[in-house]
């Protein structure tokens, strides 16, 4: 029997937190974007519960794959566009959509152009403007610029403005606001027809005007808050992963003794621990705190404890002093039902993107309902 670890992923919560992003700009198509491995769920296991999209956004050729080996037809949009000449043919035989984001990427395409008779005006091109992020994207004064390269290439069909936030879920002024960076966007491309892609989950769910025709949902279509100060429970999001596991071991301490490498929590009065089969090499963070001063939540038998010493690699140990039924075999949520994702992600100063992205393919997945 292997470890008693899993992670349960619900179809019926994405398609949920999918609905979310419909209502939240109505109007609007949606990518759902599943870049490293759907945010650590595996492509495989979130495309059924995903099939309401309007197309699936992905970060390279192998992504792309996936999802058109899962039978899916409808677009699917290259987030970093192509990174070599070959990737051009793979483009072409998989119908991706994709983003051009930098001029290399423009020449690639005029090379082609050159080289063969790919001229079928099916390419449909995410022209990437960057707005003051400094990340990927043309800057403003050489975007329009691109914009006529890529128009008159007889492969490309249609041409959407893309940019992407740095704050769109700032709760307070930032030094680069995402109205001061749809200013940047909407003035560069004044008078230039075409559809528009800016929001991520942040700016879907906050309350700034867009106007925007294809949305880029991501963390919150699994269920995890973008903001530090909103809980997905009041954005109204359902969590996708259940990371679950058992008590597999119970210790006995007495005031003095210590848990763990590093001894860094010491018993202050007679305590009875569980050991749960989940370590950092299952992905659980190995900064999340279990010192006296601070602890990370868990759940046991629906219950809220905590973490205490540090995470080992294939182990944690949690107080089970105030649950006296616990025992070997008692059911353990580290996170997903019951405890959010960004909960544990707080405690241990990190995001819920981290904690889901990390989740290791060791871990053995189920789909629920
Ligand atoms: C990852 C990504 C998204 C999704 O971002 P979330 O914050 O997860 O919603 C959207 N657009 C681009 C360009 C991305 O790289």
């Known amino acids: 029997m292997p470890r008693?670890?899993?992670?349960?992923?619900?179809?019926?919560?994405?398609?949920h937190n999918l609905e979310v992003a419909r209502r939240a700009r109505p109007g609007q198509k949606l990518?759902?974007?599943?870049?490293?491995?759907?945010?650590?769920?595996?492509?495989?296991?979130?495309?059924?519960?995903?099939?309401?999209?309007?197309g699936f956004a992905v970060l390279d050729i192998v992504e792309a794959v996936a999802v058109?080996?899962?039978?899916w037809r409808g677009p699917v949009l290259l987030l970093e566009g192509v990174?070599?000449?070959?990737?051009?043919?793979?483009?072409?035989?998989l119908k991706l959509d994709l983003v051009v984001h930098h001029e290399e990427q423009v020449r690639l395409l005029e090379q082609e152009a050159k080289s063969s008779a790919s001229g079928n005006g099916t390419l449909s091109i995410y022209l990437k403007m960057n707005s003051g992020m400094n990340r990927l994207g043309f800057a403003p004064r050489k975007y329009r610029a691109a914009h006529e390269r890529l128009q008159a290439l007889p492969a490309v069909g249609s041409i959407t403005h893309m940019t992407h936030f740095a704050n769109a879920d700032a709760e307070m002024m930032s030094s680069l606001s995402m109205r001061q960076q749809l200013q940047v966007f909407e003035q560069t491309i004044a008078g230039v027809p075409g559809p528009r892609s800016v929001c991520n989950s942040a700016a879907i769910l906050n309350s700034e005007a867009v106007?925007?025709?294809?949305?880029?949902?991501?963390?919150?279509?699994y269920g995890s808050s973008p903001f530090a100060h909103r809980s997905a429970d009041a954005l109204g999001l359902k969590p996708v992963m259940t990371l679950r596991s058992e008590i597999i071991?119970?210790?006995?301490?007495?005031?003095?003794?210590t848990v763990g490498y590093g001894s860094i929590y010491r018993a202050e009065q007679d305590m009875r621990i569980g050991i749960v089969a989940c370590g950092y090499a299952d992905g659980y963070p190995r900064h999340a705190p279990g010192d006296n001063r601070q602890g990370t939540p868990v759940l046991v038998d629906?219950?809220?404890?905590?973490?205490?010493?540090?995470?080992?690699?294939?182990?944690?140990?949690?107080?089970?002093?105030?649950?006296?039924?616990?025992?070997?075999?008692?059911?353990?949520?580290l996170w997903g039902q019951g405890l959010s994702v960004d909960e544990v992600a707080h405690a241990a100063g990190t995001i819920g993107y981290e904690l889901l992205c990390a989740l290791s393919p060791r871990v053995p997945v189920s789909i629920v309902a």
């Open 211 to 221: 106007n925007s025709d294809w949305l880029r949902p991501g963390i919150m279509l």
């Open 31 to 54: 990518w759902a974007v599943i870049k490293a491995r759907a945010y650590g769920h595996g492509i495989a296991h979130v495309l059924p519960g995903l099939q309401a999209t309007d």
């Open 249 to 257: 071991g119970v210790q006995n301490l007495q005031p003095g003794d």
């Open 302 to 333: 629906g219950q809220r404890t905590r973490m205490v010493g540090r995470v080992s690699m294939d182990m944690i140990a949690v107080d089970l002093t105030g649950l006296p039924n616990a025992n070997v075999g008692s059911a353990v949520t």
């Open 68 to 71: 058109r080996e899962s039978g």
């Open 83 to 93: 990174f070599e000449a070959a990737d051009l043919e793979q483009v072409h035989a």
């Open 4 to 15: 008693p670890i899993l992670a349960e992923i619900s179809h019926a919560a994405l398609a």
